[in-house]
């Protein structure tokens, strides 16, 4: 699960947990931030990169898909975010709400997708 809040008109904080049963363990504090016409993913996780965090620049942006790399990082170089807003004409059987689409990858396309529906 993805959870994000607006902190000010130029950011935004949020982190990755995964609940199982009764515990939510953190995977991962994340910033969207806007500084000198450029936006950047920090992706910080806890017991990797001792701590510190991982900047990811804003490289495309077209429709919904927004994608970030960050080609010195070992392991992802690119994070791709596809956004599917809910089609007002579409059967909400089918799709009920709002989702997400993230894959992390390296720079020759290799990588995990994860995805998310709104709550």
Do not use: C
């Not at 969207?32 to 920090?42: C, P, T």
């Not at 909400?92 to 709104?118: C, H, K, Q, T």
């Amino acid at each position: 699960m993805e959870i994000w809040t607006q902190t000010n008109h130029e950011s935004l904080a949020g982190k990755g947990i995964r609940i199982e049963g009764p515990d939510t363990f953190l995977l991962e504090k994340v910033e969207l931030i806007s500084k000198n016409d450029e936006v950047w993913y920090i992706a910080t996780v806890p017991d990797q990169n001792n701590s510190l965090p991982i900047e990811f620049k804003l490289v495309k942006s077209e429709g919904t898909v927004y994608t970030f790399e960050n080609e010195k990082h070992d392991f992802p170089q690119r994070i791709i975010y596809r956004f599917k807003p809910v089609d007002k004409n579409m059967n909400r059987d089918i799709m009920p709400v709002d989702s997400l689409l993230v894959r992390v990858e390296s720079l020759d396309g290799n990588g995990i997708d994860y995805g998310f529906a709104r709550k």
